[in-house]
């Protein structure tokens, strides 16, 4: 007799038979540049922690004391008996930081791509999206019933055709990632501001893994492209640089903002962000502000693992962001690969189809401001290691 468990089960083996399945390895010590995974210290290549900030003291300092003053939860939302004043405070901090008019928070950046384009779009609009874009903006894209246009990943020609095929609508969004996660690479946030003005329409950044380090003053890609002034809407996560936790939030400009707080349903029908949580972005925010040698760190241990990893042969795609892909090629090896670094100490996770393109399987390594040049060097001798170990990869 049929039944739905025996399908599920079906889909579960295919899925572990093409080599897709995703373990989840325990960790038994706070999140680190060093973790502990069943009983070894490993030195941790793969976390989103880029400033380090995750068990940093302030922030731990900041929690423990927002904890006794204003409670662990509010359970609530925000409209109804769920904001308090560190909430304001922190939308407030972050619209200074982002140079925006205003700042809505989310229980998460996915939570924050979900609730826009169904509250400032309908089928009388258009929103013309990067083919790399994250998850969490296709996703939100879908809620929408906007017309829908899709480029080629940084493609300006492209994102030229699809706008003047959509010249007739009442709205028009271009969305794109300012760092896609998988490649390291940049939007040429410049060029796609130059093109929504020329046609009229509105640019929205999901910044999630470049606010906090990116830019002159760490403020993310509109900052370091000089055109935070010109784009329309910013995305972005408390859950990477910025302390690792949790919450997003949306900033730009305050008519955008003022309506998301009225229509935006992930928003309206979530609880608030944990008072510990909002006092420790705040920390957080804090220390970017007052120690710019950790984005130089960051910087500098990047430009370290990039040059003496092309030195041993490897190919790695071209860039200067922390994320930092190693590219195998076949998923099998990549997966492979991943396991013998895991032995030689290293934590890292291969990344293949449908996360990324077939054929272009990928150990990405990302860098932390809390690693010493001699963890970078550690790293890169494991990776020479392991290959040696495999004997299939290519010099």
Known sequence: MYTIADDVRAELAEIRAAGLYKDERVLDSPQSARVGVGGAELLNFCANNYLGLADHPALLAAAEE?????????????????????????????????????TILYSSCFDANGGVFETLLDDRDAVISDELNHASIIDGIRLSKARRGRYRNRDMADLERLLKENSDARRKLVVTDGVFSMDGYLAPLDE???LAEKYGAMVMVDDSHAVGFTGPKGAGTPDLFGVADRVDIVTGTLGKALGGASGGYVSGRAEIVELLRQRSRPYLFSNSLAPSIVAASLAALDLVAAQPELRERLRDNSSLFRRRMAEEGFDLLPGKHPIIPVMIGDAAEAARMADLLLEEGIYVIGFSYPVVPKGKARIRTQMSAAHSTEDVERAVSAFVAARDRMGTIAR
């Open 66 to 102: 927002a904890l006794a003053k204003w409670g662990f939860g509010m359970a609530s939302v925000r409209f109804i008996c769920g904001t308090q004043a560190p909430h304001k405070e922190l939308e407030r901090r972050l619209s200074e930081f982002l140079g925006t008019d205003d």
């Open 192 to 194: 796609i501001c130059a």
